[in-house]
């Protein structure tokens, strides 16, 4: 008889853990075994899941984020492997899968995607060189589990490494960011408190989309112009000022919620992909590029380095673990390097 879990809460991974954890090494094998000759991508990522937890380098509190973009690398793997065996692949199959997706050789993926089905959806082309680091360690996080149960011996992303980029990151920054002209120009566009909180919460507090999510009224400070960031990357509590735009965008849209529907939450869109969605509606309305909402984030970064200088104060606006992942903000404005070189002759 085939194995299967019980279903629990979306997002419960140690009661999921919990229940692989009980089973013999035997049963361990033959449901991993079984996962990966039917290529049944739930029961895989069940089996990484739970090997996240128990021996991740965060374990439990490894993030949602972290936890949808494997779901989704192992997901994309089974689909593009689909004549590869999963328990013995060939030697160099690593090697070739990330070279397919350097050259954007994909089509497998976005045949089987379902037309009108909601959500992202896989895109024609090669993948960023971050993105691809993150299918590579999604693959090995599976590879991992798979080993853990003694279904395998296999490790074919071992040595597999992503190449070099042609790009410098700076550079990609700076192609990734909202000017202050297309903010005040998407502000003019909004039409009611979440497109509004959406654009500041992201290009004036600098808040990553699950943070946006997980923000509740109870949170804010409005008179002391701050919120709180709860679990943000890392799992890290961490206090945000507010420019007196966003507060008083929080204050109106926190009185209307108080009248209207007393929701719990800040931002009434509940999804990643709804944020995405609701974002690229409001700059097809203000005809500006659409350039993902992580690019607010960029936007804060670089507007408060142009004001100020201070990679100090950038770091600690966006709550970054390390000087140098704040340094790309100086490096992406290219205005001061211009500037010094107006006077050559």
């Not at 590869?84 to 030697?91: F, G, M, T, Y």
């Not at 000087?323 to 211009?338: C, K, P, T």
Request: proline share 3%.
């Amino acid at each position: 008889m085939a194995m299967t879990l019980t279903p629990r809460p979306r997002h419960d991974p140690l009661a999921r853990t919990e229940q692989l954890h009980r089973w013999s090494e035997e049963a361990l094998r033959r449901f991993a075994v079984l996962a990966a000759n039917e290529r049944d991508v739930d029961r895989l990522w069940s089996l990484t899941e739970a090997h996240l937890t128990l021996h991740g380098h965060a374990g439990v509190a490894t993030s949602r984020h972290t936890h949808r973009a494997y779901r989704r690398g192992v997901v994309e793997l089974v689909a593009l492997w689909h004549d590869v065996n999963l328990l013995r692949p060939a030697r160099d199959a690593g090697v070739m899968y990330v070279q397919r997706l350097r050259a954007g050789d994909r089509e497998p993926l976005i045949d089987a995607a379902e037309p009108g089905k909601r959500g992202r959806r896989p895109k024609r082309g090669p993948l960023a060189p971050a993105t691809i680091e993150l299918r590579i360690a999604a693959a090995r996080a599976l590879y991992a589990a798979l080993r853990w149960s003694g279904a395998t011996e296999a490790d074919p992303f071992r040595d597999v490494r992503t190449g070099r980029d042609a790009t410098r990151a700076e550079d990609v920054m700076a192609a990734k960011v909202y000017t202050e002209v297309e903010i005040i120009e998407l502000l003019g566009h909004a039409r009611d408190d979440d497109d509004r909180l959406v654009l500041l919460l992201g290009a004036h507090a600098g808040l990553r989309v699950s943070e946006m999510l997980a923000l509740r009224w109870e949170h804010l400070d409005l008179e002391g112009r701050r919120l709180l960031v709860q679990a943000g990357k890392g799992g890290k509590d961490a206090l945000v000022s507010l420019t007196p735009k966003l507060a008083a965008a929080l204050r109106e849209a926190e009185r209307r919620a108080l009248v209207d529907d007393r929701r719990p939450s800040v931002v009434r869109l509940r999804s990643q992909y709804g944020v995405y969605r609701r974002l690229r509606r409001l700059c097809d309305r203000a005809e500006v590029r659409f350039r993902g909402v992580h690019a607010l984030r960029h936007a804060a970064g670089t507007r408060l380095y142009r004001q100020t200088g201070d990679l100090g104060q950038v770091q600690d606006h966006l709550r970054h673990a390390t000087l140098d992942m704040a340094r790309r903000y100086a490096r992406s404005d290219r205005r001061v390097l211009e500037r010094s070189l107006d006077d050559w002759t």
